[in-house]
Protein backbone atom coordinates (compact mmCIF):
# COMPACT_ATOMS: atom_id res chain seq x y z
CA UNK A 1 0.00 0.00 0.00
CA UNK A 2 1.71 3.14 -1.17
CA UNK A 3 2.07 5.88 1.53
CA UNK A 4 -0.02 9.21 1.02
CA UNK A 5 1.85 12.51 1.26
CA UNK A 6 -1.47 13.44 3.77
CA UNK A 7 -3.62 12.26 5.75
CA UNK A 8 -6.74 10.67 4.30
CA UNK A 9 -9.78 12.99 5.41
CA UNK A 10 -13.25 11.44 5.42
CA UNK A 11 -15.27 14.19 5.44
CA UNK A 12 -18.81 14.59 6.87
CA UNK A 13 -21.72 13.51 4.28
CA UNK A 14 -18.55 12.55 1.30
CA UNK A 15 -20.14 9.46 -0.61
CA UNK A 16 -18.17 6.59 -2.36
CA UNK A 17 -18.53 6.94 -5.88
CA UNK A 18 -19.95 4.02 -7.59
CA UNK A 19 -17.74 1.02 -9.31
CA UNK A 20 -19.89 -0.91 -11.35
CA UNK A 21 -19.78 -3.50 -14.24
CA UNK A 22 -19.70 -0.98 -16.10
CA UNK A 23 -16.55 0.90 -15.33
CA UNK A 24 -14.95 -2.43 -14.87
CA UNK A 25 -12.84 -1.75 -18.09
CA UNK A 26 -10.90 1.23 -16.84
CA UNK A 27 -10.22 4.24 -18.58
CA UNK A 28 -6.80 5.83 -18.68
CA UNK A 29 -6.49 8.29 -15.67
CA UNK A 30 -6.04 11.72 -17.28
CA UNK A 31 -8.02 11.22 -20.38
CA UNK A 32 -11.28 12.51 -20.98
CA UNK A 33 -11.81 9.58 -23.65
CA UNK A 34 -12.41 6.40 -23.33
CA UNK A 35 -9.30 4.00 -24.36
CA UNK A 36 -12.15 2.08 -26.43
CA UNK A 37 -13.93 5.18 -27.96
CA UNK A 38 -12.58 7.66 -29.92
CA UNK A 39 -14.22 10.30 -32.26
CA UNK A 40 -13.27 13.03 -34.44
CA UNK A 41 -13.01 16.43 -32.33
CA UNK A 42 -15.94 18.01 -34.32
CA UNK A 43 -17.81 15.17 -33.04
CA UNK A 44 -20.05 15.65 -29.76
CA UNK A 45 -20.48 13.03 -27.43
CA UNK A 46 -24.75 12.13 -27.99
CA UNK A 47 -26.70 12.69 -24.94
CA UNK A 48 -26.99 10.32 -21.93
CA UNK A 49 -23.34 9.38 -23.21
CA UNK A 50 -20.89 10.54 -20.12
CA UNK A 51 -18.03 9.91 -22.32
CA UNK A 52 -15.92 12.56 -23.39
CA UNK A 53 -13.37 13.28 -26.54
CA UNK A 54 -10.18 15.08 -26.29
CA UNK A 55 -11.47 19.14 -26.82
CA UNK A 56 -9.15 21.93 -26.73
CA UNK A 57 -11.28 24.85 -24.14
CA UNK A 58 -10.25 28.25 -24.33
CA UNK A 59 -9.77 29.17 -20.34
CA UNK A 60 -6.01 29.89 -19.57
CA UNK A 61 -5.57 31.74 -22.71
CA UNK A 62 -2.52 29.94 -23.48
CA UNK A 63 -2.43 26.60 -26.03
CA UNK A 64 -0.42 23.97 -24.19
CA UNK A 65 -2.15 24.63 -20.99
CA UNK A 66 -5.82 24.40 -22.50
CA UNK A 67 -4.43 21.71 -24.66
CA UNK A 68 -3.89 19.60 -20.91
CA UNK A 69 -7.34 21.13 -19.82
CA UNK A 70 -9.08 19.36 -22.59
CA UNK A 71 -7.38 16.14 -22.52
CA UNK A 72 -7.51 15.74 -18.28
CA UNK A 73 -10.14 15.53 -15.94
CA UNK A 74 -7.40 16.27 -13.23
CA UNK A 75 -6.60 19.13 -14.80
CA UNK A 76 -10.10 20.75 -15.43
CA UNK A 77 -10.85 20.02 -11.98
CA UNK A 78 -7.62 21.19 -10.47
CA UNK A 79 -7.99 24.64 -12.68
CA UNK A 80 -11.83 24.40 -11.12
CA UNK A 81 -10.62 24.51 -7.85
CA UNK A 82 -8.15 27.23 -8.07
CA UNK A 83 -10.49 29.41 -9.47
CA UNK A 84 -11.07 31.71 -6.74
CA UNK A 85 -9.48 35.16 -5.66
CA UNK A 86 -6.93 35.14 -9.01
CA UNK A 87 -7.99 35.46 -12.99
CA UNK A 88 -9.25 32.78 -14.78
CA UNK A 89 -6.31 32.65 -17.06
CA UNK A 90 -4.12 32.22 -14.02
CA UNK A 91 -5.51 29.90 -12.08
CA UNK A 92 -6.58 27.61 -15.14
CA UNK A 93 -2.96 27.81 -16.26
CA UNK A 94 -1.88 26.57 -13.06
CA UNK A 95 -2.43 22.71 -13.66
CA UNK A 96 0.00 23.03 -16.47
CA UNK A 97 2.63 24.77 -14.49
CA UNK A 98 2.59 21.73 -11.59
CA UNK A 99 2.33 19.45 -14.99
CA UNK A 100 5.63 21.47 -15.99
CA UNK A 101 7.38 21.25 -12.29
CA UNK A 102 6.52 17.67 -11.62
CA UNK A 103 8.09 17.16 -14.65
CA UNK A 104 5.50 15.27 -16.54
CA UNK A 105 3.05 15.83 -19.50
CA UNK A 106 0.39 14.55 -17.93
CA UNK A 107 -1.55 14.79 -14.06
CA UNK A 108 -1.82 11.94 -11.91
CA UNK A 109 -4.18 11.62 -8.87
CA UNK A 110 -2.11 9.11 -6.91
CA UNK A 111 1.18 10.50 -7.95
CA UNK A 112 0.09 14.05 -6.78
CA UNK A 113 -1.99 13.12 -3.21
CA UNK A 114 1.87 10.71 -2.78
CA UNK A 115 3.45 14.37 -2.91
CA UNK A 116 5.13 15.32 0.46
CA UNK A 117 3.12 18.13 1.74
CA UNK A 118 5.56 20.92 2.05
CA UNK A 119 7.90 19.90 -1.14
CA UNK A 120 4.37 20.23 -3.40
CA UNK A 121 3.54 23.87 -1.48
CA UNK A 122 7.32 24.60 -2.36
CA UNK A 123 6.31 23.77 -6.41
CA UNK A 124 3.43 26.06 -6.24
CA UNK A 125 4.75 28.48 -4.80
CA UNK A 126 8.14 28.83 -7.06
CA UNK A 127 8.05 32.13 -9.20
CA UNK A 128 5.52 32.54 -11.05
CA UNK A 129 3.81 30.73 -8.37
CA UNK A 130 0.67 28.65 -9.27
CA UNK A 131 -2.22 30.89 -7.09
CA UNK A 132 -2.48 34.08 -4.88
CA UNK A 133 -1.84 31.86 -1.99
CA UNK A 134 0.01 28.52 -3.03
CA UNK A 135 0.55 26.93 0.42
CA UNK A 136 -3.39 26.59 0.98
CA UNK A 137 -3.87 25.67 -2.66
CA UNK A 138 -1.33 22.93 -2.62
CA UNK A 139 -3.24 21.52 0.36
CA UNK A 140 -6.63 21.48 -1.19
CA UNK A 141 -5.58 20.40 -4.52
CA UNK A 142 -3.93 16.96 -2.64
CA UNK A 143 -7.38 16.45 -0.61
CA UNK A 144 -8.63 16.32 -3.74
CA UNK A 145 -6.59 13.90 -5.23
CA UNK A 146 -6.72 11.82 -2.09
CA UNK A 147 -10.60 12.28 -2.21
CA UNK A 148 -10.47 10.96 -6.19
CA UNK A 149 -7.52 7.70 -5.35
CA UNK A 150 -9.40 6.67 -2.11
CA UNK A 151 -13.53 7.10 -3.56
CA UNK A 152 -12.71 6.59 -7.72
CA UNK A 153 -9.21 4.73 -7.62
CA UNK A 154 -7.89 7.62 -8.96
CA UNK A 155 -10.04 8.28 -12.04
CA UNK A 156 -11.74 11.33 -12.12
CA UNK A 157 -13.68 10.54 -15.23
CA UNK A 158 -15.77 8.27 -12.54
CA UNK A 159 -17.31 10.77 -11.29
CA UNK A 160 -19.65 11.04 -14.18
CA UNK A 161 -19.36 8.34 -16.00
CA UNK A 162 -22.19 6.64 -14.43
CA UNK A 163 -23.93 9.58 -13.02
CA UNK A 164 -27.53 8.95 -13.48
CA UNK A 165 -29.09 12.59 -13.44
CA UNK A 166 -27.56 15.71 -13.21
CA UNK A 167 -28.78 16.01 -9.79
CA UNK A 168 -26.57 13.15 -8.75
CA UNK A 169 -23.54 14.70 -11.05
CA UNK A 170 -24.07 17.77 -8.70
CA UNK A 171 -23.90 16.03 -5.49
CA UNK A 172 -20.96 13.98 -6.57
CA UNK A 173 -19.08 17.75 -7.61
CA UNK A 174 -20.22 19.42 -4.15
CA UNK A 175 -18.65 16.40 -2.43
CA UNK A 176 -15.16 17.41 -3.51
CA UNK A 177 -12.91 18.85 -1.09
CA UNK A 178 -12.92 22.80 -2.20
CA UNK A 179 -15.71 22.78 -4.15
CA UNK A 180 -19.43 24.20 -2.62
CA UNK A 181 -22.78 24.58 -4.41
CA UNK A 182 -21.26 26.98 -6.97
CA UNK A 183 -18.01 25.77 -7.92
CA UNK A 184 -19.72 22.04 -8.49
CA UNK A 185 -22.76 23.80 -10.42
CA UNK A 186 -20.24 25.96 -12.76
CA UNK A 187 -18.38 22.91 -13.29
CA UNK A 188 -21.19 20.72 -14.34
CA UNK A 189 -22.11 23.45 -16.94
CA UNK A 190 -18.38 23.12 -18.11
CA UNK A 191 -19.14 19.62 -18.52
CA UNK A 192 -22.32 19.58 -20.40
CA UNK A 193 -21.72 22.99 -22.43
CA UNK A 194 -18.04 22.23 -23.68
CA UNK A 195 -17.16 18.80 -23.00
CA UNK A 196 -20.23 16.68 -23.63
CA UNK A 197 -20.86 15.09 -20.46
CA UNK A 198 -24.67 15.55 -20.11
CA UNK A 199 -26.74 13.31 -17.70
CA UNK A 200 -30.57 13.82 -17.98
CA UNK A 201 -31.61 17.13 -15.76
CA UNK A 202 -27.69 18.90 -16.22
CA UNK A 203 -28.89 22.20 -17.12
CA UNK A 204 -31.32 22.53 -14.32
CA UNK A 205 -28.74 20.77 -11.73
CA UNK A 206 -25.80 23.67 -13.12
CA UNK A 207 -28.70 26.16 -12.02
CA UNK A 208 -28.32 29.66 -13.76
CA UNK A 209 -24.41 28.52 -15.31
CA UNK A 210 -26.58 26.12 -17.06
CA UNK A 211 -28.34 28.25 -19.84
CA UNK A 212 -27.95 28.05 -22.74
CA UNK A 213 -27.11 31.90 -23.89
CA UNK A 214 -25.58 33.04 -20.32
CA UNK A 215 -22.24 34.23 -20.45
CA UNK A 216 -21.93 34.23 -16.57
CA UNK A 217 -19.18 31.77 -16.05
CA UNK A 218 -16.05 29.50 -17.23
CA UNK A 219 -18.35 27.02 -19.10
CA UNK A 220 -19.18 30.00 -21.01
CA UNK A 221 -15.78 30.46 -22.55
CA UNK A 222 -15.50 29.56 -25.92
CA UNK A 223 -13.27 32.43 -27.14
CA UNK A 224 -12.39 36.07 -26.93
CA UNK A 225 -15.61 37.64 -27.50
CA UNK A 226 -16.88 35.08 -24.88
CA UNK A 227 -14.53 35.38 -22.74
CA UNK A 228 -15.46 39.75 -22.48
CA UNK A 229 -18.97 38.96 -22.43
CA UNK A 230 -18.63 36.95 -19.52
CA UNK A 231 -15.77 39.60 -17.30
CA UNK A 232 -18.58 42.28 -18.67
CA UNK A 233 -21.52 40.08 -16.68
CA UNK A 234 -18.88 39.84 -13.76
CA UNK A 235 -18.13 43.38 -13.73
CA UNK A 236 -21.99 43.81 -13.56
CA UNK A 237 -22.47 41.81 -10.89
CA UNK A 238 -19.60 43.49 -8.92
CA UNK A 239 -21.22 46.94 -9.41
CA UNK A 240 -24.88 45.77 -8.34
CA UNK A 241 -23.74 43.85 -5.61
CA UNK A 242 -21.40 47.73 -4.28
CA UNK A 243 -24.52 49.15 -4.73
CA UNK A 244 -26.45 47.16 -3.07
CA UNK A 245 -23.91 47.39 0.24
CA UNK A 246 -24.19 51.43 -0.28
CA UNK A 247 -27.59 51.82 -0.08
CA UNK A 248 -28.47 49.65 3.59
Excluded at 23 to 45: D, E, I, K, Q, Y
Excluded at 101 to 123: K, S, V, W
Aim: one cysteine or more; aromatic letters at 6%.
Amino acid sequence: MRALGVPLLEEPGKRAGRRDGANAARRAPGSFASPAWTAPAAVRAPPGDHRVMDVTLHLAQDPEADALLGRSPLAALIGMLLDQQVPMEWAFKGPWTIARRLGTDELDAHDIAAQDPDAFAELLSRKPAVHRYPGSMARRIQQLCQYLVEHYEGDPEALWADAGSGRELLGRLQDLPGFGKQKAQIFLALLGKQLGVRPEGWREAAGPYGEATSFRSVADITGPKSLAKVRAHKQEMKAAAKAAKGSR
